[in-house]
């Protein structure tokens, strides 16, 4: 099982970005999904997560700025960040658990799988 992650890069305050996540070697529709990120010296975060079902869940300070989705046609999920701040700034991860039609969880260690990440730098 891999998941490639992509979209990261430099942007200014306010501006947008899409992160992708491609899946392969399982089809993840059944499985819940999600992106993380950290930031220098902090520690790994949830950012949104997605259900199999079709729920979703934000970090607080994410809310009504990014949008998660998902195609499961291709295999892909997708982070859709908008009004970027500076704060937003960390290495993106994105990540799948492995139990299938499992409830839905923010914590890190519920996710088996993980991307490599892909930097997201907000400039002010």
């Known amino acids: 099982v891999q998941l490639q992650a992509s979209g990261g890069g430099l942007v200014q305050a306010g501006g947008s970005l899409r992160l992708s996540c491609a899946a392969s070697g399982r089809t993840f529709s059944n499985y819940n999904m999600g992106w993380f990120r950290q930031a220098p010296g902090k520690e790994r975060e949830f950012v949104a997560v997605?259900?199999?079902?079709?729920?979703?869940t934000y970090y607080d300070s994410v809310k009504g700025r990014f949008t998660i989705s998902r195609d499961n046609a291709r295999n892909t999920v997708y982070l859709q960040m908008n009004s970027l701040k500076p704060e937003d700034t960390a290495v993106y991860y994105c990540?799948?658990?492995?139990?299938?039609?499992?409830?839905?969880?923010?914590?890190?260690?519920?996710?088996?799988?993980w991307g490599q990440g892909t930097l997201v730098t907000v400039s002010s």
């Open positions: 990540a799948a658990n492995s139990v299938a039609f499992s409830r839905l969880r923010v914590e890190n260690d519920r996710y088996d799988y």
């Open positions: 997605s259900s199999w079902s079709g729920v979703s």
